[in-house]
């Protein structure tokens, strides 16, 4: 059976997610403190992870980037009362595979917990390249005429997108939903945000700006 860690330290919120995902035929566990989630998190007992910024011990950024620092690949969606791009950004960067602010109805969490179920890690060539833009995809490697380049995952998976279609234009929803797998929100500027930070790693040359519809890798 899938089992869900949920790491909150609101116990009604706590309550009310791990019923609603019982009845849908998941396993739950509950945590409330930061660092004893990473040690489950790390033992492998959880398919999925519903991660709370504000806990006690460690925050769930501190959580998020120690997970992923130590190689786990676990999905984690990220609750949080705060609506911030920043935090947005942050928890995005983190490496967290989604993130959904407070309130939220539990029909929308559930569908997001099955879609980052269904999720893999895309398994087509071993590298890509453009130009003097390099992507070895199996090793998450950067680099720039010769020279390594330190990506962020959303940043690499954002290259990727932009290596694999040369020459096309790429919409911002497009780019929100097969990076970052989000619905476009039409008040978030997150896909801007991570073309600037390319830019400044890859070359401003590349990644070219088109008016009204998106961007395109030249």
Same mark, same amino acid.
């Given at each position: 059976m899938t089992t869900i860690l949920i790491v909150e330290d609101e116990p009604r919120i706590a309550s009310f997610v791990s019923r609603g995902l019982e009845s849908a035929g998941y396993a739950t566990l509950l945590i409330e403190d930061g660092a004893d989630a990473l040690e489950l998190a790390l033992r492998g007992d959880a398919d999925l992870m519903l991660l709370d910024v504000g806990l006690p011990t460690m925050d769930g950024f501190e959580v998020l980037r120690a997970l992923r620092s130590r190689g786990s690949a676990m999905p984690v969606i990220m609750l949080t009362a705060r609506s911030s791009t920043r935090d947005t950004v942050d928890g995005l960067d983190a490496g967290a595979n989604d993130y959904v602010p407070k309130p939220f109805t539990f029909e929308e969490l559930l569908a997001r917990v099955r879609s980052r179920l269904r999720e893999s890690v895309p398994s087509a060539g071993v590298s =890509?390249?453009? /130009? /003097? =833009? =390099? &992507? /070895?995809? &199996?090793? $998450? $490697? +950067?680099? =720039? +005429?010769? $020279?390594e380049v330190e990506l962020s995952a959303r940043e690499f998976a954002l290259a990727e997108q932009f290596l694999r279609n040369p020459g096309r234009v790429l919409t911002r929803e497009q780019l929100l939903s097969s990076v970052w797998g989000l619905e476009f929100d039409p008040g978030s500027n997150v896909v801007d945000v991570y073309v600037r930070y390319l830019r400044g790693k890859l070359g401003t040359e590349h990644i070219v700006t088109v008016r009204g519809a998106g961007y395109r890798w030249e």
């Open positions: =890509v390249a453009h /130009d /003097d =833009v =390099v &992507l /070895d995809i &199996l090793a $998450r $490697r +950067a680099s =720039v +005429a010769g $020279r």
